[in-house]
């Protein structure tokens, strides 16, 4: 699953490959990914706010595109706006990591929307670690438009 | 001055160039910049939503950071937290703009900040155009660090 989501999202999303961006693992409801900094630096050596931000969002989405295809939810899934928290300088190679919560609400409401084929509205977050420390924190409203 | 920060930002923040961002007009209050669609192409054969991102955040940060320079402001300017809202798809190369308004409160606290040489809190957005149209605002929160 993870080299089919790694090969996927490298192709179609040429700038995930050049920022250094790679699935650690992956399942329908968990993504762990890494990115280099070395491609990301920015003029203080750490990375670059924009890039944190497109590495977290390529790992959101990637989970979410994952979750919707165990689901076989014919839907295209596209982020509606994203909101990014910067706590700390990310100095070094840096994590991404997120977990879909099957247990709240809004996936209910997705299972329900999948089994009418309906479009539905998903928001997730995913986390950004670096040396063990909690570095960012990405929120992004996706939709799955049928 | 366009040619200075062009040099500066490609140069600290090598990912603006890979992304294909580069500065059409700069002053100590405007920015204008274009983005090339092709290295920043996703699954939908629009602007990926990370690349949108990281250009107007290579543009927001340009912008103040030009500002703070003119002002001679000994600060480092680093990003707190982002909020980019996506209104329509990004086909074709775009563009980027943002203008910093003098008469704003907190344009006043900032030539004060400056004067006083202490850190400032700065809300800055951007906003993304193709095809003539409104595709996508970024805000971002900055902070100049004495």
Same mark, same amino acid.
């Given at each position: 699953m993870k080299n089919h989501y790694q090969n996927l999202v490298h192709s179609t999303i040429p700038v995930s490959k050049s920022i250094g961006w /790679?699935? %650690?693992a992956l399942s329908a409801t968990t993504i762990r990914a890494s990115t280099q900094l070395k491609p990301n630096i920015n003029i203080h050596q750490t990375?670059?706010?924009?890039?944190? &931000?497109?590495?977290?969002?390529?790992?959101?989405?990637?989970?979410l595109k994952c979750c919707g295809d165990a689901l076989e939810y014919k839907a295209e899934l596209v982020a509606a706006e994203g909101?990014?928290? &910067?706590?700390?300088?990310?100095?070094?190679?840096?994590l991404i990591s997120g977990?879909?919560?099957?247990?709240? %609400?809004? &996936?209910?409401?997705?299972?329900? /929307?999948?089994?009418?084929?309906?479009?539905c509205a998903f928001k997730q977050s995913v986390e950004i670690h670096c040396d063990s420390q909690l570095c960012a924190i990405l929120t992004v409203q996706f939709v799955f438009k049928v």
């Open positions: /790679r699935i %650690e990375a670059f706010a924009g890039s944190l &931000y497109a590495a977290a969002m390529a790992s959101a989405w990637t989970l909101n990014i928290q &910067y706590l700390k300088p990310v100095p070094n190679d840096f977990e879909i919560n099957t247990q709240s %609400e809004q &996936y209910l409401k997705l299972l329900e /929307r999948v089994s009418l084929n309906q479009s």
